[in-house]
């Protein structure tokens, strides 16, 4: 199994454990609610009645089918979680920064750091200084005495305070480095280093899984 593959297995097996989770959270799914309609008290000549409340349950199994799939789920993530942090641990890429090789988690952060950089240095490029005017009001007094309200125009000015060139140089060398990273983070993560043989599909549904586990 490769490491995108395994993050993506990982994703799944999160989303099927806070399902179930959410199943057993929902009283109406664990319990049984049964109604004795006590007719008679009221009228003789009719008869009681028990209504048992009926719950289209999304689950075709027991709460303790639930609940041991729950555990099993988080096991199987256990384990992959182990084999992945195995593995990149000692996984490094082809890249020095600072003269140092990074491991793959490193290059992964890093990156994400590095973009999220860019996207401020893109920012700031789309800038331009213009002008732009708008309408003063301030007060004084009339030949009565009287305190009245008056406009005037106001011109504006915005210039930028950096050198646009040197931005732009460093956009574009981060930008060149991020996507060289990018390039790198992606091969690795499609190398198929981890030992490790899923109980489960990426495709399984979660009543796929639970039919799985009924019949065992």
Known sequence: MNIKDAYRYQKVLAEHINTLNEWLWNNDYICETEETHL?????????????????DKPFSCTVENIMFLINDIINEKLKLTIAVESIKRHFILDWKENNEFITLDSAIEFNKNTRDFISGLKYILDIKSHESKKIGIDYTFNINKEQVEYKYPIEIITKINYNRNIINNLYKSQLNKADQISVLIESAMLKD????????SIYDSLNDIIDYNIKD
């Open 193 to 200: 280093v981890l030992d490790f043989t899923p109980k489960y």
């Open 39 to 55: 007719k008679s008290k009221s009228n003789s000549e009719a008869n009681d009645e028990v209504i048992i409340k009926e719950i």
